[in-house]
Every structure is written in C-alpha cells, then in structure tokens.
C-alpha cells in the first residue's frame, strides 16, 4: 500500500512520508533521557509532539520501562487528588500489561489506596514500582496542559518534584525520567491561590531542565522527505526547488509543510501520467495548495482566531507589526512576546519580533482585514468593480493602481496626514483583497515592512507582481525606492514593476506616471 502525507494524529514511517527525526530523536534520548532529566516538550499546536513521543518512546523501550500516557480526554481525573491517583494508577496498569511486566508487580500496583492522602499513597506506589522493575522506569505524558490551570495538577507536579528531589538525596526511588508535553510552559503556570487574588506565576516544575531543541524542519530535511516521495512516485519534481519553497512559506512548521504537500500530492495516482503528475508538483500548483490552506478552515487558523480573542495585547502587537511596520526589540520574558511564541505567531529574527512564517503572516492578514471589509467604502468599491481589473485572466496591476488613486481621493482626501501614514497600507490591502480573492495570493516582504517603505509580493494565477508602498520622503529617497524595487524585479525575473506614494506634500502631483529605466518599466502611483 501507498504511503501517504499525513496531518492528522500519530505519523508512521511505514505509513506516511516524513521528514526523519531520528537524529532528534537520539538527541533527546542523549542529552535528557539517559542523563534521568525531567522536562517538557512545549510547542505551538500541531508542531510534532506527539508523534516524536510516540517515536521516542519506540526509541526508548529497549532500555526502558515506558510509560506513555495521554490527557487529553482525562477531564474526569481532576475532581479530586484522589480521582487523579486512581486514574493514573489505572493508566499506568495498562502500560505495564502492554509491556509484559511481572503480573504480581501489576497486582502490587492495582491495589486500592486510601482516599484521605491519595498523592501520598501514590508516591508510595511508584516508589514500590521502580524498585521492583527491573529497567529504568520512565514516564511520558502528553497533552500535559489540558488540565494546567488546576490546583489538583499543581498536586502532582509536585509529588513528581518531592520525589525527584529526594531520588537526588538518595532517600527515594522514582521515575528516571519523566517528559511532559504540551502547547503550555509547564515551568511558567499561572495559578490562583485564593479567590480574587490576581494571578502568579507559582509551578513546581521549575526542577525540569530546558528543553530548546529544534523541532521544525529545515529546507534539507523537507527535500529528503519529498525524494523518497519522489522515489515512489516519479513526478519530475525539482526536489530541492520544492523543500526551500515549502521552507520559505512555512519557516519549516511541521503541520503547515505537510498539509501543503498532501494537498499537492491530491488526485495522483498510478495511472496519472508523468506529465500531470508535474503538473501537481508546479509552481502554479504550489500557489494553489497555498489559497487551499488559506481558505479552508482547519484547528490551527481556528485555534489562532480564538487565542486572538483571549489574549487582545497580544493580538494588538501583532497588529502594529503587520499595518503599522513597528518593530519591536526581542525579550523572552515579555508576557506578550512570550505567549507569542509559545502559540507558535512569533519568533526572535536578528534581534526583532516577527510573524513566524509566511503562511501564517497571511492569514493574520486576511482576518485583520475581514474585520475591517464589511464598513470600508473602499473594499465596498473594489469589490463591485472586481471584474473589471481581470483581463483574459490576468491581474491589470496598472488597472487597479489607477482606480485605487480615485477611490482614494474620494474617500480620503479630507483625512489627516497622520491617520493616513499610519492606515494607508491597511487601504491599500482592503482594495486589494476583494480584487484577487480566490485566485491569488499577496504576501509582505519582512524586510522591508517598516514606517517607511513595505514591499508586496502578488501573486494572481501564477503570475507575480511586485508593488511597492512608500511614504513619501523626496526624490532622492524615491530614487533609492527605485532601484530597491529594481533588485526585486531581478529575483522575480520581471520587467515591469509598481509603486505606491503617500504623499503628503500641498503641491504633490498625484496619479499615475510611468519611468523607463534601461530596459525595465516602472508605473509609479502617488496618492
């Protein structure tokens, strides 16, 4: 049978086309299992975890007694310490039957504990348990976080905190290791010790040491996996061409690389011919993949929109950095950053903090903007002239920065200069959207996104183009605008380009003029 791209659950070699972790996989069996280190694999949603659980685990068994846990349907467990301690002791009873333990030892540990001090009798329990075992005992718990805001967990961190503590004193026998995982920081748990008391920061698992692997995928490691597809299938692909243009749009999240690849690979089968089979393997067909995973809905952009919800400084944040070019300098223990980065939105680039790839830049962009669409005379005007900017199929870049400068000044031209050089890019992007919707993409070169200059890369059927949006800070300024954009235009292996002004100068000319410069063509807009 086939091997297929797989998203959903647990990834099997034998089943599914993956990037191999097993170097990763030894890695953590290095540096943090064999040393007996507690810790927790926290990362963003849909990043992996639980299938480099499900791999460590297999990894470990030779070695190790393994108990793997999960959860994530384990509500029912923290009604009380001692619900907690009868249903781990149940849990682990079927991980010990699964991994032919010494049925006296499952007896021994199957027996009833007293409900008055169940987490002690529980650490009694282990403590009995790894001393009869004859491997290291380690534990493994996914989905850790599910139930972290509760005093009853907090319990039981800090039964497994007592007694790694006093393992490390000699006085007691524990799990060797013991590894949680989670989207959560286990280590920074905000807790409530009484009733309208504000919220601290008060986990007893600051004894787990930090866990800062790497878990996404680098463009090598997306080109291996898409050779042994490749291997298999025989599409023609540019195997390398194709692993650093998932990397470029994804920055390697795990999730994003294989659901871009699975839509892909839709619709090829063994009768496909070569030549369709390339065809799916495209350029034009990656860009379509992309729209996909845009438009459809799916638990990341879902989870993404809620945790918007919860958390409006941190949705702020992100805001100013996509519309307003604010750059904001790197510090780990800013709330907001923080809670950024762990939901997987943002990431430290040279000391500044980004949106943590492409795809999810884009679509923080288009729920930005649908918020705003509905009220926004412009978009109302883009959208009621849609057709009229698609010509034989193609984006009339020109077309649309034409009507763009109409609107504009009909709309805004009473509006101060402050509300435009802090929303005009915002505008532009409204008028946009409607335009290319559902047969085209546009994404911000991060490079350029600031107060001053933002780059667009367009993308409609196929076809890009490049536009940049500028303020206006004189000719010599935009001379340099000019020859930035001509740089672009050389990477895309264009001839023509596009530029956009807020000018906010008394005597500005606006509209459209047009520059030759050598061989290149530049339509300039000044609004």
């Given at each position: ?30 540096e ?17 975890k ?54 006296e030892?499952i ?27 004859k ?34 004193k ?117 860009q ?6 845009l438009?459809?809905?799916?638990t ?96 009339q ?80 300024y ?50």
């Open positions: 049978m086939r091997r297929s791209f797989n998203v959903t659950g647990v990834c099997n070699p034998d089943k599914n086309y993956m990037v191999d972790i097993s170097s990763r996989i030894e890695r953590i069996k290095n943090y299992v064999i040393p007996g280190k507690y810790f927790t694999i926290n990362r963003a949603r849909q990043y992996g639980t299938t480099t659980l499900y791999m460590l685990e297999e990894n470990l068994r030779p070695a190790f007694l393994v108990l793997s846990l999960s959860f994530e349907a384990a509500d029912e467990y923290f009604v009380s310490a001692y619900s907690l301690a009868v249903g781990m002791m149940m849990d682990i009873a079927d991980c010990l039957r699964k991994e032919d333990v010494n049925k030892i007896r021994e540990w199957e027996q009833p504990i007293s409900s008055l001090f169940p987490m002690r009798e529980l650490g009694k329990k282990i403590t009995r348990l790894c001393d009869s075992c491997k290291q005992v380690v534990l493994m718990i996914d989905e850790v976080d599910k139930s972290s805001d509760n005093q009853i967990f907090l319990s039981f961190l800090g039964l497994l905190r007592s007694k790694y503590m006093n393992r490390l000699g006085t007691d026998t524990t799990f060797w290791s013991v590894i949680l995982s989670g989207v959560y920081d286990i280590k920074n748990l905000k807790q409530k010790l009484h009733p309208g008391e504000e919220s601290k920061y008060n986990s007893p698992w600051n004894i787990a040491a930090d866990f800062s692997l790497d878990m996404s995928f680098s463009p090598d490691e997306i080109a291996s996996m898409l050779q042994e597809y490749e291997n298999e299938w025989d599409t023609g692909m540019d195997v390398k061409k194709t692993g650093q243009l998932l990397y470029d749009y994804t920055s390697g999240y795990p999730f994003l690389v294989s659901r871009l690849c699975q839509l892909l690979a839709e619709g090829i089968t063994d009768c496909t011919s070569k030549k369709e089979k390339n065809t799916h393997w495209s350029t034009d067909a990656f379509n993949a992309v729209r996909n995973i438009k459809c809905p799916n990341l952009f879902d989870d993404m929109s809620k945790k918007l919800s919860e958390y409006p400084n941190l949705r702020d944040m992100i805001y100013s950095i996509l519309f307003q070019g604010r750059k904001y300098s790197y510090e780990a223990e800013n709330e907001r950053i923080r809670i950024g980065e762990m939901f997987g939105f943002l990431k430290e680039k040279e000391g500044i903090v980004s949106i943590s790839n492409r795809i999810f830049e884009m679509k923080l962009y288009n729920l930005f903007l649908s918020e705003e669409e509905t009220d926004s005379k412009i978009f109302t005007a883009a959208e009621t002239e849609k057709n009229y900017f698609i010509r034989g199929g193609y984006l870049m020109e077309l649309v920065l034409e009507k763009f400068c109409e609107y504009f000044e009909e709309i805004y031209g009473d509006t101060d200069d402050q509300f435009i050089e802090e929303n005009g890019r915002r505008i532009f992007l409204i008028f946009l959207k409607p335009i290319i919707n559902g047969n085209g993409n546009y994404y911000i070169e991060s490079r350029t996104r600031n107060m001053k200059r933002t780059d667009v890369i367009i993308d409609y059927r196929g076809i890009q183009s490049v536009l940049e949006m500028k303020i206006w800070h004189g000719a010599e935009n001379r340099r605008g000019e020859q930035q954009l001509l740089e672009y235009m050389d990477y895309y292996h264009l001839e023509k380009g596009y530029m956009l002004s807020f000018n906010f100068n008394k005597n500005k000319q606006t509209g459209i003029r047009h520059v030759q410069l050598g061989e290149r063509f530049l339509v300039e807009a000044i609004v």
